[in-house]
């Protein structure tokens, strides 16, 4: 794991190198890459009831399960969210159906959050195959970058918020021409239209800016009572907000008839896999939910303790989780949960989890086996998961109603990724 593997892939400063090659080696001294060393575990039962009484049935599921799951994952984890503002409000900023030399129809959604403009407020950038004659199938996923890093079409409108601390230190960073398209490796744009999808993304720091702030911007002062601070210890952190805001994407969805809201997969990368995952639970109406390296707090089994640790996220990133979430800092065999019932909550949804071979930091076999553990729940519902407590082999995808696979290569998006995004959304969505 490279030093900026860990603090986050756009450190580079040489004055960091001496702080971070210290923060390296005493990291390296405290976490595990060997699955000899992983410690005996065992996973409470997603179909045992919190009274002991076992879940039979799908209907069960539904009805008394889930709800008892998806209620810990928000009190302890996560954070609970509120529900939107009734000012909400949605604006057309700019359209082109001939973007992207005739091959895409682009739209520029400005999203308010409230019914003042001088608020907190998100730019959703959309394209869609500019040949779709009725509603299109979208993958929507957050951006760590700025929308204008996704492509390097030069009407992106360049994004006005901060983008991306630096590490632990807050840098005004805004915006600049010379950031456009750095990010279009992760986001293979032509495939996606050229296969009859379109795309709908998000800046992450419009939501909520990715630093402990003690929650002071983005969304959350939005929704404080009076005299309230900061959010209580069961209310959401920043990935809540990050997911929160993925739904207010689909908010806008509902109302523009070129967008498929029925169709709609999420996807993302990391801590924005971690977000994926939990606005799919959050949020029934993600069709498919695609988590792509997503690691500890995303699809890794909390309890392997291998790679990134509870301890480790919560404080290296406060701010991600709520502060229940601290009771549980080298303490795992204590949760009521782990990260295979985040899985089940997508159940009867078909969802992706997706590893990449060098990306030990997220413990693919941890990420793997929350797949596998979920699958009985999927089996309620008839079903097939991962029948297999064997990973599948390298490059080598499996696609049930859960999906995934593990490549070859490093903490990334990959076109690799993305072909078995698409080849998993046309066996789901053709159906
Ligand atoms: C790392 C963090 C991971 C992962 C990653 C990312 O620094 O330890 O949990 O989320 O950042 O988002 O790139």
């Not at 900061?230 to 805001?245: H, L, N, R």
């Not at 806008?252 to 896999?273: C, K, N, W």
């Not at 988590?291 to 480790?312: I, P, Q, T, Y």
């Not at 930091?361 to 064997?390: I, N, S």
Request: charged share 25%; glycine share 8%; net charge negative.
């Amino acid at each position: 794991m490279t030093i900026q593997r860990w603090l986050g892939p756009a450190l580079c400063a040489c004055w960091l190198l001496a702080v971070t090659s210290q923060t390296t080696s005493a990291q390296q001294r405290d976490v595990n890459y060997d699955e000899e060393n992983v410690p005996d575990y065992s996973l409470p039962d997603p179909l045992v009831m919190a009274d002991g009484s076992p879940v039979k049935e799908a209907q069960t599921w539904s009805a008394k399960r889930r709800p008892e799951i998806l209620q810990m994952f928000a009190a302890e984890m996560y954070g609970k969210s509120p529900a939107p503002l009734d000012g909400m409000h949605a604006e057309l900023t700019e359209s082109d159906p001939r973007a992207l030399d005739g091959k895409a129809h682009r739209k520029q959604v400005r999203i308010y959050f409230s019914a003042d403009k001088g608020g907190p407020k998100m730019d959703l950038l959309v394209y869609l195959p500019a040949t779709a004659t009725g509603p299109t199938p979208v993958f929507l996923g957050l951006n760590f970058n700025g929308n204008h890093t996704v492509h390097a079409d030069p009407q992106i409108h360049l994004s006005t918020s901060w983008i991306r601390n630096k590490g632990a230190a807050v840098v005004d960073h805004r915006a600049t021409e010379a950031s456009r398209g750095t990010s279009a490796t992760r986001w293979a744009v032509d495939d996606i239209l050229s296969r009859g999808y379109g795309l709908a993304t998000i800046y992450y720091g419009d939501i909520d800016p990715d630093f402990d702030d003690g929650f002071q911007n983005g969304v959350h002062p939005l929704f404080y009572r009076d005299g309230q601070r900061q959010p209580a210890p069961d209310e959401w952190g920043s990935i809540a907000a990050w997911a929160w805001g993925l739904s207010r994407a689909v908010d806008y969805f509902e109302t523009d008839d070129a967008i498929d809201q029925h169709r709609v997969a999420v996807m993302g990368h990391s801590r924005l896999g971690k977000t994926s995952l939990w606005a799919g639970a959050t949020d029934p109406r993600f069709a498919i939910v695609i988590s792509n390296d997503s690691g500890c707090g995303g699809a890794a089994l909390s309890r392997r303790r291998f790679g990134e640790k509870v301890k480790r996220i919560n404080t290296s990133f406060p701010h991600w989780f709520c502060d229940n979430f601290l009771k549980y800092n080298d303490n795992e065999a204590a949760l009521p949960f782990d990260q295979h019932m985040l899985i089940a909550l997508m159940a009867p949804r078909p969802v992706y989890i997706a590893s990449a071979e060098e990306d030990r930091w997220a413990d693919p076999r941890g990420e793997y086996l929350a797949g596998y553990h979920a699958t009985p729940v999927y089996h309620l519902f008839g079903k097939k998961g991962l029948p297999d407590e064997q990973m599948p082999r390298v490059n080598q995808p499996v696609m049930n109603s859960i999906g995934y696979h593990i490549r070859t290569g490093k903490h990334d998006v990959t076109d690799f990724d993305w072909k078995c995004y698409l080849d998993f959304a046309d066996l789901h969505f053709s159906r």
